[in-house]
């Protein structure tokens, strides 16, 4: 049988309840966060930082602090870093959003307003301190790169071009694709042109071949059925001439017996006359 939602929102629940244990304790284990809870005071907020009434969230960041003072007009003014911000909020159907909002100042921004960390994610994952604390080392790691004075580690910078490269960010308050999953995207578009541009050529091709193939076929079909024809022809002529030397034999027979009988009556002729000479 599937979870429900109800199941769903209850694992939510209970993580809400802990939340606060599960992140004082990786603080507690982070000797760089000891150094940032002295500046900026880690706040765990269930239910968010705007009142704690709201079920569906969880916020962990780090507080704000005054860096430099300067003069505008007659007036001094505190310049203020906020703190890097981690956000885990169940959507209506019971799964989860984990956010990473970066530290700034209102001069110092990054290109990325937050970066969408796990979306649609199913609350159960919450269950598993391994799951959070990756989260919480991608929060520290943020932090660090993020904030005017983190020293981050090379591992520390290479989780954010992770981050950036390969999950959602969010940008002008519009969702944006990862760059990863765009460059696969024009990659695999740039394939597939090229490739079925090679495929279009090698039909075309392949074609007219074939329909040049078909058109040598058909002359040769045409050339043996003249051939046949010419065959046939030659064949009718050697009995047209066969039949034409019996007529001629016809003829010198006939000739023979004409002549023959010439003879005779020529014979026959001279027979009387000399009978007639006899009788005067």
Same mark, same amino acid.
């Given at each position: 049988?599937?979870? !429900? ?40 907020? +269930? ?10 969230? @969880? ?6 602090? +005054? %860096?430099?003072?300067? #003069? ?29 909002? +970066?530290?700034? #100042? ?9 970066? #969408? ?10 269950? *598993?301190?391994?799951?959070?604390? /990756? ?10 790169? #993020?904030?005017?004075?983190?020293? +981050? ?20 308050? /519009?969702? !944006?694709?990862? =760059?990863?999953? $765009?460059?696969?995207?024009? !990659?695999?578009?740039?394939?597939? !042109?090229?490739?079925? $541009?090679? %495929? ?14 078909? /058109? ?9 059925? &003249? ?8 064949? *009718? ?18 000739? /023979?017996? @004409?002549?023959?009988?010439?003879? $005779?009556?020529?014979? =026959? ?6 009978? &007639?000479?006899?009788?005067?």
């Amino acid at each position: 049988m599937g979870r !429900t939602r109800q199941n769903r929102r209850k694992d939510f629940e209970d993580f809400y309840n802990e939340s606060v244990k599960i992140f004082t304790d990786f603080r507690s284990q982070n000797e760089r966060a000891k150094e940032f809870e002295r500046i900026y005071m880690l706040s765990i907020c +269930p239910g968010s930082r705007m009142g704690g009434n709201n079920e569906r969230i @969880v916020e962990v960041f780090w507080g704000s602090r +005054p %860096f430099e003072t300067i #003069t505008q007009g007659q007036k001094w003014v505190h310049l203020k870093e906020y703190g890097a911000t981690l956000v885990f909020e169940r959507d209506d159907n019971g799964f989860i959003i984990v956010s990473l909002f +970066p530290a700034h #100042t209102d001069n110092r921004k990054p290109i990325e307003e937050s970066i #969408t960390v796990d979306i649609w994610t199913d609350p159960k994952r919450l269950k *598993s301190k391994s799951f959070l604390k /990756k989260r919480w080392n991608y929060f520290m790691a943020y932090m660090e790169y #993020t904030s005017l004075d983190g020293r +981050p580690t090379i591992k520390q910078k290479l989780i954010v071009w992770y981050l950036r490269n390969f999950k959602q960010l969010i940008i002008d308050k /519009k969702w !944006t694709q990862s =760059k990863a999953e $765009s460059f696969i995207q024009e !990659t695999m578009k740039f394939v597939f !042109t090229v490739g079925l $541009s090679g %495929f279009i050529i090698f039909a075309v091709t392949y074609f007219i071949e074939l329909r040049r193939d078909s /058109k040598l076929e058909d002359q040769l079909n045409s050339t043996k059925e &003249s051939i046949d024809s010419l065959s046939e022809g030659i064949d *009718s002529l050697d009995k047209d001439l066969l039949n034409f030397e019996i007529d001629q034999n016809n003829i010198i027979d006939v000739s /023979k017996k @004409v002549l023959a009988k010439i003879d $005779s009556i020529t014979i =026959k002729e001279n027979q009387e006359k000399s009978d &007639s000479i006899d009788q005067n």
